[in-house]
């Protein structure tokens, strides 16, 4: 198949190169940014007497009839034309003749495949806005389900205080806030128009960037034409942020599937996020949640292997940056696999109460309570630790937890302490006391829910606007 650039060669491409070299595989999913951008294109060089209106209104219209034929499936993609560039102008070219060969005038496939990335990320900002408010809804949701539950806290994976599951769901709340937060950077990078940039100098045409911009509804022009066409930071500061994301949901994978197992038993995940042995038929495994953990290595990969090869590139393009693309699209599939499924699950499972709070009567999670009864009581701080400590290995030596133990028994490690030791180390008081302003009482996780409810409206403005920003694509 002849090459749109073969002119200078006098040999074809072997089969083995075409293979090697091609991105249609991966990059036929810009094909509507592709046809936005070829759209704008050519109506600035007809604005600008470039090309004739004639040919422009052919190019529009061919630009249209393949996207319908794209959208419907009925087009053929040919691994020997490239990417999907080559093979949108290809068809164009057979379908309106000499016009479809007019519009690559004042462009190159460097600046071509750039606004298209940029637009493709663009687009994708809201849409992982969207994944990132339902998980965090997901979260919220659960959180007042199972408000008045008090399970353990953990530090080092041992018992540490009681605190409520709602406080513990909020902190993953918090979390996916500031992935949030982290769009609104990935989307005023990917708004800045590459177009007009040529192959890396500009154009001796009098092109109006200006224009296209407007047309393409970006918010800004590259300043410099060299940086333009390199750029591939704001694809990284995407899997950055996918690298976080995963990140969390993966530190949230693991305690479910901690706290799924027969020795924790504090939750069960519903039959449909679940699967089975081969061999064992008793077994129910969290696999969605084990593939979460994996999955993020993977994102961590792709965000690696951008890095590395980023590291080393002299300006302004070089094949290395088609590399760019497959480590993306893929974790944008990944990341809105994990999210929405996620979502999905927390809704589903169920949260065993009586079990959690079984095995906090049964442990020395107050003890931190104990030392600061005793503190407020005038004991140095230092000096109620060891007391407390002595008490538990007193408990321990006994067979007993610390609510066991009778006043007597009590006064006669410390005078200090009186009857109403019982009342502060009962499990409610060791949460409901905790009222600082990120504490874990109830009043104070009311307030986080009520916060992050708000972020998640707000959040929803924000997607909106995002979404309106990428009506360019509509041309």
């Known amino acids: 198949m002849a090459k749109l650039w073969g002119g200078r060669f006098t040999k074809g491409t072997s089969k083995a190169v075409e293979d090697f070299t091609t991105s249609i595989a991966f990059d036929a999913r810009m094909y509507k940014e592709d046809i936005a951008g070829s759209t704008a294109h050519a109506k600035m060089l007809a604005k600008q007497n470039i090309i004739s209106k004639e040919d422009a209104e052919a190019i529009v ?13 009925e087009f053929s993609f040919s691994v020997g034309l490239e990417d999907i560039h080559m093979n949108i102008e290809s068809a164009l070219t057979a379908k309106i003749g000499e016009a479809g060969g007019r519009l690559h005038t004042g462009r190159s496939r460097n600046d071509q495949c750039a606004v298209d990335l940029h637009m493709y990320v663009r687009k994708t900002v809201p849409q992982m806005g969207e994944l990132l408010v339902d998980m965090q809804s997901a979260l919220l949701e659960v959180a007042e389900k199972y408000n008045d539950v008090i399970m353990p806290g953990y530090t080092h994976l041992q018992r540490a205080q009681p605190v409520l599951f709602s406080h513990h769901m909020m902190a993953y709340c918090s979390m996916l806030q500031r992935d949030f937060d982290r769009l609104h950077m ?23 960037q200006e224009y296209t911009k407007e047309l393409l509804n970006f918010g800004a022009i590259y300043e410099n034409s060299m940086d333009a066409v390199s750029d591939r930071d704001y694809i990284l500061e995407f899997l950055s ?24 038993n504090f939750i069960e995940l519903d039959d449909a996020h679940c699967t089975g042995s081969s061999i064992m038929p008793q ?22 292997g951008l890095l590395t090869t980023l590291k080393g590139l002299p300006l302004t393009y070089n094949k290395d940056l088609q590399e760019d ?12 696999f994990a999210l929405s499924i996620n979502a999905a699950m927390l809704r589903q499972m169920k949260v065993n109460k009586e079990r959690m709070y079984s095995v906090l009567k049964s442990d020395f ?12 009581k005038g004991v140095p701080f230092r000096q109620a630790h060891e007391i407390v400590g002595q008490t538990v290995q007193h408990c321990i030596s006994n067979g007993k937890v610390l609510l066991d133990l009778t006043l007597e028994e009590y006064q006669a490690i410390s005078p200090v302490f009186e009857a109403d030791i ?34 998640v409206e707000d959040a929803k403005l924000q997607i909106e606007l995002w979404n309106k920003s990428n009506y360019g694509l509509n041309l």
């Open 61 to 73: 219209a061919g630009l249209r009839e393949i996207k319908t034929q794209i959208d419907a499936g």
């Open 186 to 208: 990935i989307f005023k990078h990917a708004d800045i128009m590459p177009l007009g940039a040529g192959a890396l100098a500009g154009s001796t045409y009098g092109i109006d």
């Open 241 to 264: 942020f996918a690298s976080m994301v995963m990140m969390h949901l993966s530190r949230l994978s693991e305690e479910l599937i901690l706290w799924s197992s027969s020795e924790f």
């Open 283 to 304: 077994k129910k495994n969290p696999d969605v949640c084990e593939l979460v953990r994996g999955k993020t290595g993977r994102i961590y990969g792709h965000l690696q």
């Open 325 to 336: 693309k497959e480590g993306l699209f893929d974790t944008i599939d990944t990341l809105h």
């Open 365 to 376: 999670s107050n003890a931190t309570d104990m030392a600061d009864y005793l503190a407020k």
């Open 422 to 455: 019982f009342e502060t180390i009962s499990i409610e008081t060791c949460v409901s006391g905790r009222q600082n302003y990120s504490g874990t009482a109830p009043v104070c996780v009311a307030r986080q829910i009520v916060f992050g409810k708000n972020f």
